[in-house]
């Protein structure tokens, strides 16, 4: 996990260089044609090579597009709160991407893999199903172990052990399915709360440079709203993106439970069905 962290603290880090250059390089650029287009009005030829020239960055603008945009806008939401509000989102989407990554890699055919078990099971190889359940990976198999080594055991193969047992590894390996939701929804909650945070010290810059201009007209206040706004906005994207990740690891740890219930059915079926249980 620590290296899944690093890696994607590492591309957002590269993210924010990336951006701070292509905004710096921008500037420079507009400062240049500036430069230009007022060093000698009377030059026909001068003014001509200036107009030719202009085209060219609103191409490029046009092309580059959403990403561009949103790359301005969050260097004009100022660097603090902004990165403040991607700090959140690096984060939480390295949580994401771990849950993702752990639950798909803990799902496994249930109904195939119990249906072998209880081959196994029947054909009294219990020791072969436990190593079978040893080697698969997920909360299914690891439910399955713990029944099947209770079964194979001298006293506590009877029924009421095992269902027990059942039941305190599938809360055990629920608990694990759950592991770091609770850091994902609370940069959920964090992201729009730095935006709205970002927000009131908009506001506060607005009413700063209204007290300094003694003046309430739109030019004055203009800068300050525009803050305000563009870290609102931020911070609902961000949450909204962990919102969409959030739900969908909720839905494959529905799925996972469901799983678990479905083979601990099966598993207490099997056991009865055995000659080592105790009836």
Known sequence: MKKLFAIVAMVAACSFWATTSAVAQEETEAVDVTAVEEADSADMDTLAEAETFEPAPIVEEENEGIFKTLKTKYIEGGAGFMSLVAIALVLGLAFCIERVVYLSLAQINTRKFTAELADLVAKGKVADAIEKAKGTRGPVAQ????????????????????????????????????ENCSWI???????????????????????????????????????????????????????????????????????????????AQDLLVMCVKSDKCKK
């Open 143 to 178: 439910v399955s172990r713990k029944a099947l080594e209770c079964l194979d055991s001298a006293d506590r193969n009877d029924i009421g052990t095992i269902e027990r047992t059942i039941n305190m590894e599938a809360e055990v390996q629920g608990s694990y399915l759950e």
């Open 185 to 263: 929804t609370l940069f959920i909650a964090m992201a729009p709360s730095l935006g709205f945070l970002g927000t009131v010290i908009g506001m506060v810059m607005a009413f700063d440079d209204i007290q300094r201009a003694g003046d309430i007209s739109p030019t004055v206040v203009a800068g300050g709203m525009k803050v305000a706004l563009i870290t609102t906005i931020f911070g609902i994207i961000v949450a909204l993106i962990l919102q969409v990740f959030y739900n969908y690891i909720l839905s494959k740890v529905e799925a996972l439970t469901s799983n678990m219930e479905e083979a």
